[in-house]
């Protein structure tokens, strides 16, 4: 079975600067997905980045990027010139390719951007 | 108006009744999912349904089934609601015949409290 560990259940940082959330997870395949889904407040949750683990090459969207090292088995997400409006709680998930596509969740870090 | 929808949107009850909670979506996905989410746990699963004649146990099933009207409609029940099943219950969908089937959409979620 898969697990994911969210090492950190708490962070904040500054308006305008940078963070990373950290993602470890453990598995036997060597075929998946990695996700970041972002929980604001009003609890819709809302996909961030996605990463396959075949991609060497780490996923950005914005001010949002990982650091995947798939030897490692670690996946942290950078959100870089934070926003008020990154304030949430970031969920690390992983899926295996093929078969029912079930997200495996952390259990969440709780990110405070301060203004 | 939202693509997948969840009702009701809150909702408490006492232990011993039962309950359903109703999720349409009109994503036109095939696959669709129930997650419960507890504080400090993350998103765990409880079912979920590949197509009307395809329904399986997730992580967490026991104390729960689940209905698949029609490919739009995935309702999940609580036959005799205890407090322990106290949380905040996801609805989502994915749709296996497109690029990005490992996507999951999110419903806006059901806060469900059993006194």
């Known amino acids: 079975a898969q697990t994911v560990t969210q090492s950190q259940p708490e962070m904040s940082v500054q308006e305008a600067e940078t963070v990373t959330l950290s993602c470890t997870y453990d598995?036997?395949?060597?075929?998946?997905?990695l996700f970041w889904y972002k929980q604001p407040p009003s609890r819709q949750m809302i996909l961030v980045i996605r990463?396959?683990?075949?991609?060497?090459q780490n996923a950005t969207e914005n001010r949002f990027s990982v650091n995947f090292q798939k030897a490692a088995k670690s996946f942290s997400l950078k959100i870089s010139d934070s926003q008020l409006g990154d304030t949430a709680m970031y969920f690390c998930?992983?899926?295996?390719?093929?078969?029912?596509?079930?997200?495996?969740f952390g259990k969440g870090t709780k990110l405070t951007v301060n203004p | 108006d939202a693509d997948v929808t969840q009702t009701p949107r809150n909702r408490i009850t006492k232990t011993g009744k039962r309950i359903m909670l109703e999720c349409s979506q009109t994503?036109?996905?095939?696959?669709m999912y129930w997650y419960r989410q507890d504080p400090g746990l993350g998103l765990r699963l409880i079912y979920y349904?590949?197509?009307?004649?395809?329904?399986n146990k997730g992580e967490i099933s026991d104390g729960y089934s689940v209905s698949r009207q029609a490919q739009a409609k995935f309702s999940l029940s609580l036959e005799s609601a205890i407090p322990n099943q106290t949380a905040l219950y996801f609805c989502?969908?994915?749709?296996?015949?497109?690029?990005?089937?490992?996507?999951?959409?999110f419903g806006p979620g059901t806060r469900l409290t059993v006194l």
């Open positions: 989502a969908t994915s749709d296996r015949n497109t690029l990005s089937y490992n996507e999951q959409f």
């Open positions: 349904s590949f197509d009307v004649k395809d329904i």
């Open positions: 994503k036109g996905h095939d696959r």
């Open positions: 990463q396959e683990a075949y991609k060497q």
């Open positions: 598995t036997s395949e060597s075929n998946y997905y």
């Open positions: 998930a992983f899926m295996k390719r093929g078969g029912s596509e079930k997200l495996v």
